[in-house]
């Protein structure tokens, strides 16, 4: 055998052998199946997203519906929630834990979560608005309460001691005076709202208003003698 009968032969013993009837008509099958498959996930994908599209569109038209919960579900479902929610203007956030609980819940723009109910809600927890109010004013008191502290701790001291200053000028009692009037404000330059109050009473009120009506009496009678 010449060398191109070879290599024609050993090309000839690579090709495949033809299939059998049966095996010819089990491919087809094989084919055809796949293709229902594919038909039927398709089917299924559109049967769901119509679905949610329903579900969205009656929870709009609640007066009084603020938020709807999903049930749990796969990551490709959760997609289609997602896009269809966005579409229709919701707010959309995912709970839970993946392959586990993980689900999607939509809220109305007006009703959108807070923070807290946010928080409530990724630790498993029903929202508690009252208690939520509770917890945000006691914290605002307590950075209030942390931002006085700070001020009272930095305050500015006097670099001068105006006791010794002015003591070999007019005295050590004057001078005690005058450093006690230089003394720092507890609150630094900041005058507490009890310190503004008028301690004074009705009657004493009167009785100075009497006094400088007399006095400006007095002192007009002296103007025209």
Do not use: F, M, W
């Given at each position: 055998m010449d060398l191109l009968g070879s290599i024609l032969g050993s090309m000839d013993a690579s090709k495949p052998k033809p299939l059998s009837e049966k095996e010819r008509l089990m491919k087809k099958?094989?084919?055809?199946?796949?293709?229902k498959l594919e038909e039927k996930h398709r089917d299924a994908k559109l049967k769901f997203r119509t679905k949610v599209e329903t579900q969205i569109n009656d929870f709009l038209k609640q007066e009084?519906?603020?938020?709807l919960k999903f049930s749990a579900m796969d990551n490709y479902h959760r997609s289609v929630v997602h896009d269809v929610a966005e579409v229709a203007g919701l707010v959309t956030f995912s709970f839970g834990e993946e392959?586990?609980?993980?689900?999607i819940q939509v809220w109305k723009k007006e009703f959108?979560?807070?923070?807290?109910?946010?928080?409530?809600?990724?630790?498993?927890e029903e929202f508690d608005p009252v208690k939520e109010k509770l917890e945000r004013e006691e914290r605002e008191w307590r950075e209030k309460l942390e931002v006085e502290r700070s001020r009272t701790?930095?305050?500015?001291?006097?670099?001068?001691?105006?006791?010794?200053?002015?003591?070999?000028?007019?005295?050590?009692?004057?001078a005690l005076e005058a450093a006690?009037?230089?003394e720092t404000n507890a609150q630094y330059g900041m005058v507490s709202a009890?310190?503004?109050?008028?301690?004074?009473?009705?009657?004493d009120i009167q009785a100075q208003l009497r006094d400088k009506k007399r006095l400006k009496v007095d002192r007009e009678q002296e103007e025209e003698g």
């Open positions: 099958k094989q084919k055809e199946l796949a293709v009084n519906g603020q938020t392959d586990v609980d993980r689900h959108s979560p807070c923070e807290g109910e946010l928080a409530s809600l990724r630790r498993g701790l930095n305050k500015v001291a006097p670099k001068t001691n105006y006791q010794e200053k002015y003591e070999h000028l007019i005295g050590k009692d004057s006690r009037k230089t009890e310190q503004k109050k008028d301690r004074r009473t009705v009657e």
